[in-house]
């Protein structure tokens, strides 16, 4: 093998004419080596290769080009150093190390969290990095689908339990894997959405869940580079680089943008008694917030560890990372996990304009990249509307809670309810840029599902074994007269019309519109708020509910076209229902006209709005309360056979639950709206009235 200084640009391992150039950052190593490997579980590396400091460092950056190595082949590296926790020093030439920067990952079935938390060596039960060639692949012209915000609706989606359950109908071989997925693209276009969100899919830590559980949704990453092997069904590294990218330029062929929920705020290497895998041996003190005794980390994630992500070099990493996804992964969009946290400086005091989150807001290889924040930490930080940056979006808890409080039949709620209509403007209003700031959801993977949050008082997570003590206390859920599953139709009939209401509202709400895999036919998790560590149909998709629940589908994939082709103006140009709410007056009613009750007990309230451009007005009538309650209508012009015509009322049956084409005529000047159910009534001034 030949040998060659090599460069410190690029980072990671690089495959160039002379051979793989290897570059790593360790800013206080004494020394550094780069260990490769035959086979995955080899405890003795087939060749070392020591980094003369005085030839192979630049800087903070050590580096090396060897020649004769193939693409595959399996690295990590061995850092010599002071271990002085209580200086925040932790270098352990005992523990093979990631490449912070390698685009692929293997992890063998030998691979023990708790020997990489232990002394001693542990090479041979360690992951390593894989050298890629990321040259190779043929996009064959895949296009990204560059959809607007306004024209955008969000499935967020674990690739794993998409297709896990065996009655998904993908073959066994595929099922849970990003080629299974695939195999499933014609029932996203069904629904009508266009954006999928994708659970992490960065390698990350399965061993990192409590009393052997295995972690399941993923927020444990070792690498912000590399995807998650066990997503392939191609357990070749290599081979699950090529299965990732098939399914991203799938579901462009197919017009769906694909967002991925990435972790950038910690990672799985945990508190002070976590395992050493890449980032806390060669670099602690750089890399992670530690506390002022620099023996302990700062914990504003709930996971043991915070990034020191407004350091200059971790700053550099995650937008590498992000760079890398875009270019070389054509990834449309991201989720940033606690997002706030990435607003905290090296004392964990948060900084206005950080400078991490200005970078990403300002940056043009991102420019046309959707940015959304989780806009709070673990650690009580909370940004909602405040979160900096002009391109960011934000998920919106506020929307969530208060749309959930209002369908509850809480107090106080009534009033909460036009500001979540109509993009939040309470909260983004001093942002005119545009109406889609908000992303407007009510269930996402972190708390009930849809269906759970109708038929659940508490959380029941008894089977994480943690005593039922984990995940949130504040469901702001009703479990409409029974705790759990229920054969009574009438319990079971007010629970499928409380998921219409609350998608009726998502979806015909100004902002971005997200909703969580299954809640378009109810799927359960057993009353679980937190199933991270359930592998198993608690939280897969149960694909026998689409067809138990086709009517609710069919009730939501209705919404959507309603929402995008929500009218048409004057020019003949179909109006999205963020441009027809923008452009029209809009006016507040009670049951009363022209008198809205915003006072603590009110269960109730309408809305009209009037766009002249389209020459339609359309009438939302909102009854939470446990009574039927009859709401006077607005007169409409004197022009003959002029009625209102009803496309929705929630508690009505299929099909009659939304009608896009032939709405029943309103000949009455009010309209009884059932307990607990929503009403969209429409009138247009001598149009078609179909969508």
């Known amino acids: 093998m030949h040998t060659f200084r090599g460069r410190s640009f690029p980072l990671g391992a690089s495959m160039t004419r002379d051979g793989v150039n290897f570059s790593v950052f360790s800013k206080n190593a004494t020394a550094v080596e780069l260990l490769l490997f035959d086979r995955i579980d080899d405890a003795i590396p087939a060749a070392v ?32 150093g002071s271990f002085d926790p209580e200086h925040g020093a932790r270098y352990d030439p005992a523990k093979l190390l990631l490449d912070p920067y390698g685009v692929s990952v293997a992890c063998g079935h030998g691979y023990s969290r708790s020997a990489a938390s232990q002394p001693g060596q542990d090479f041979a039960n360690a992951m390593k990095s894989v050298v890629a060639d990321l040259t190779r692949y043929d996009w064959r012209g895949d296009v990204r689908p560059a959809i607007p915000f306004q024209h955008t609706v969000i499935y967020e989606m674990h690739v794993s339990g998409f297709t896990r359950d065996p009655n998904s109908g993908v073959p066994p071989e595929k099922r849970g894997t990003y080629a299974g997925l695939i195999e499933k693209i014609p029932y996203l276009k069904s629904l009508g959405v266009t954006a999928v969100e994708l659970l992490p899919i960065f390698q990350f830590d399965t061993q990192d869940a409590p009393d052997h559980l295995p972690n399941y949704w993923g927020y444990s990453p070792v690498s912000f580079f590399a995807l998650h092997t066990e997503y392939s069904s191609r357990k070749d590294p290599l081979a699950c680089l090529d299965e990732f990218r ?49 023996q302990h980390y700062a914990d504003y994630t709930g996971c043991g560890n915070t ?122 209003g001093h942002r005119p840029r545009e109406s889609e700031k908000s992303i407007n959801f009510v269930t996402c993977h972190d708390g009930f599902t849809l269906n ?26 009703w479990n409409c007269g029974v ?78 076209q309603l929402r995008c082709r929500f009218a048409r103006n004057t020019e003949e140009s179909e109006v999205t229902l963020t441009e027809f709410l923008s452009q029209a007056q809009i006016q507040w009613h009670g049951v009363k006209l022209n008198r809205p009750d915003w006072g603590e007990t009110s269960h109730s309230l309408a809305m009209n709005a009037q766009n002249i451009a389209c020459r339609r007005s359309v009438h939302f009538i909102w009854n939470a309360y446990w009574e039927p309650l009859a709401f006077e209508l607005p007169a409409l012009p ?28 309103v000949e009455e000047e009010s309209y009884l709206a059932a307990p607990r159910s929503t009403v969209l009534l429409a009138w247009d001034a001598g149009k078609d009235l179909r969508v």
């Open 49 to 80: 290769i020591p980094l003369d400091r005085g030839v192979n460092r630049a800087s903070d950056y050590w580096h090396i080009c060897a020649g004769g190595i193939p693409e595959g082949q399996l690295y990590g590296y061995r850092v010599w």
């Open 246 to 294: 098939d399914m991203v330029r799938a579901l462009h062929s197919a017009g769906l943008e694909v967002i991925l929920d990435v972790v950038y705020n910690h990672t799985a290497e945990g508190g002070e008694g976590g395992p050493t895998l890449s980032f806390r041996g060669l670099e602690n003190e750089v890399y992670y917030i530690l506390q002022q005794d620099k």
């Open 307 to 428: 990034m020191n992500a407004n350091q200059a070099v971790v700053r550099r990493l995650i937008a590498d990372s992000v760079h890398y996804w875009v270019d070389w992964m054509h990834i449309d969009g991201f989720r940033f996990d606690l997002a706030s946290i990435l607003s905290r400086d090296e004392d964990g005091t948060p900084l206005a304009g950080a400078p991490v989150l200005a970078d990403l807001d300002s940056d043009p290889v991102l420019a046309e990249t959707k940015l959304i924040a989780e806009a709070w930490d673990a650690a009580g930080l909370y940004q909602v509307g405040r979160f900096t940056g002009d391109n960011w979006k934000e998920w919106n808890g506020k929307f969530r809670d208060d749309v959930r409080g209002f369908w509850k039949g809480n107090r106080n709620t009534a009033e909460l309810l036009p500001n979540r209509m109509l993009g939040s403007p309470d909260l983004y």
């Open 452 to 477: 759970d949050l109708v038929s659940y008082n508490d959380k029941h997570n008894e089977a994480n074994l943690e005593d039922n003590l984990d995940g949130s206390n504040e469901n702001i859920s």
């Open 483 to 560: 705790e759990g599953p229920s054969e009574d139709p009438s319990v079971e009939e007010l629970r499928s019309r409380q998921v219409r209401n609350f998608l009726t509202f998502t979806l015909l709400s100004i902002g971005v519109p997200m909703f969580v895999m299954g809640d378009e036919v109810r799927r359960t998790q057993r009353g679980n708020n937190n199933p991270f560590c359930q592998d198993n149909e608690v939280s897969w998709f149960d694909w026998s509910l689409v067809e138990r629940h086709g009517d609710l589908r069919r009730f939501l994939s209705r919404l959507i």
């Open 638 to 665: 004197a022009i003959a056979g002029a009625k209102w015509t009803r496309i929705i009322d929630t508690s009505l049956a299929a099909p009659n639950d939304i009608c896009l084409e032939t709405g029943r005529r």
